[in-house]
């Protein structure tokens, strides 16, 4: 796959700005709340991107995401 930049894409920075608080988001939240579809793929172009986003499933089917920053949940 070819991430594309943070720097040039809105949609990565709309997820990235969601994220930034350390706060978990379900796949539901960040779709809503950044307006995107693909979910799984915006986390992947993130990571490519440098960012560290921890994922963490909370039910069968059901996954959170978070930027993980320096001491949040540690």
Known sequence: MRAARLENSPRLQ???QLLSDGRWY???DI???AGVCAVNSCVAE???NG???E???VGKDRFEYRLAHE???H
């Open 51 to 53: 960012l560290a986003i």
């Open 14 to 16: 709309r997820v990235a």
């Open 31 to 33: 779709i809503v709340g």
């Open 26 to 28: 379900s796949t539901l």
């Open 46 to 48: 993130l990571r490519e």
């Open 55 to 57: 994922c963490r499933r």
């Open 71 to 73: 001491g949040v949940g």
